[in-house]
């Protein structure tokens, strides 16, 4: 079976600090995706990554960066963490992009 | 560009069957993704259609036509735990994955 963890189910942080949220999968698989999920809104694609070290802008990367300086992980940074960042973070990834995409338990950050 | 619209809520009865739509207009299309997530948890994949026609997996069947850029996911037997929200995903040019906001079913004794 798939696995994909990430590092924390709630987070609670105060506007302008750094957050870290990591996620890892067990699959070897080459790439891996950042999405916020928002009520009304959907999944919205934040960044993803196709290979170590590579990453691409999604349809939302203001105010976040990534880093995959391992291929089973890749971790979503907010460099100064503000109040409308707060939402379900999920991670996730896949073996080719034309494959299912493999969820982990989503990440519900609150900034305060 | 890429648009997904899928109806909001359902309401159906355990037994019965429930049709959610999915309508899209993507650039370059190539695929339709079903996926199901339960309240607080990650989404999970149902099915994956690439060509027209009825894909039957058990009792969730997805149903997909491309020129009229519309898709389906049936149904049967509806169950309690089947209470969920139902994403209907496209994959367009480059690979790219967009994601509707869901139809969350609520399935009721």
């Known amino acids: 079976d798939v696995k994909v963890t990430q590092s924390s189910r709630y987070l609670v942080k105060r506007t302008g600090e750094k957050v870290f949220l990591e996620c890892v999968q067990d699959m070897d698989h080459e790439n891996m995706f950042w999405y916020r999920q928002d009520p009304g809104l959907g999944l919205r694609l934040i960044y993803f990554s196709y290979d170590v070290k590579m990453k691409e802008k999604g349809d939302i990367p203001e105010g976040y960066s990534v880093s995959r300086e391992k291929k089973e992980r890749f971790s979503l940074i907010l460099e100064s963490a503000s109040t409308n960042q707060t939402s379900m973070y999920l991670c996730?990834?896949?073996?080719?992009?034309?494959?299912?995409?493999?969820f982990g338990p989503g990440t519900r950050l609150l900034v305060l | 560009g890429q648009n997904i619209d899928q109806p909001t809520e359902m309401t159906a009865t355990e037994g019965a069957i429930v049709q959610i739509n999915c309508t899209y207009q993507t650039s370059g299309f190539n695929g339709l993704f079903w996926y199901q997530q339960h309240a607080g948890e990650a989404p999970t994949f149902l099915s994956y259609?690439?060509?027209?026609g009825l894909e039957e997996k058990g009792r969730f069947s997805s149903f997909l036509s491309r020129s009229k850029g519309y898709s389906y996911l049936l149904l049967k037997e509806l169950q309690m735990k089947d209470s969920a929200s139902y994403l209907c995903?496209?994959?367009?040019?480059?690979?790219?994955?967009?994601f509707g906001i869901g139809t969350k079913l609520q399935v009721i004794p």
């Open positions: 259609n690439v060509l027209d």
């Open positions: 995903a496209s994959r367009g040019g480059y690979q790219k994955v967009t």
């Open positions: 996730a990834s896949n073996l080719g992009l034309k494959e299912t995409q493999y």
